[in-house]
Nanobody, 117 residues
Framework: QVQLVESGGDLVQPGGSLKLSCIVS????????MAWYRQAPGKERELVAA???????YYADFMKDQFTISREPQTNTIFLQMDRLMPEDTAVYYC???????????WGQGTPVTVSK
């Protein structure tokens, strides 16, 4: 059974940084493209960043070089380094795994990030 477990969400002041982690278990990590999404209160879930099996990165246009996605195959983990956080970055951040070449995909339970004074 594939499981994704996020961690690292917290309360942080504007301008601060956080690093989120997502550990994948029950799956061959090398076969999955990975992504971070977020869902702010009252809004739809949106893609933040993605990284494919070869390490190619993609970022949503609104990121403006603010976040960095990375993956660590030896630990089945992906990360999201978030810098210069602003109140509008407040959301629950979700990790998603998409199996290469199939329709199968999996979500984590989410980790909340709150940016406030």
């Amino acid at each position: 059974q594939v499981q994704l477990v996020e961690s690292g969400g917290d309360l942080v002041q504007p301008g601060g940084s956080l690093k989120l982690s997502c550990i994948v278990s029950g799956a061959e990590f090398v076969f999955y493209n990975m992504a971070w999404y977020r869902q702010a209160p009252g809004k739809e879930r949106e893609l933040v960043a993605a990284i494919n099996r070869d390490g190619l990165e993609y970022y949503a246009d609104f990121m403006k070089d603010q976040f960095t996605i990375s993956r660590e195959p030896q630990t089945n983990t992906i990360f999201l380094q978030m810098d210069r956080l602003m109140p509008e970055d407040t959301a629950v951040y979700y990790c998603r795994a998409d199996h290469f070449g199939t329709e199968a995909h999996y979500w984590g339970q989410g980790t909340p990030v709150t940016v406030s004074k």
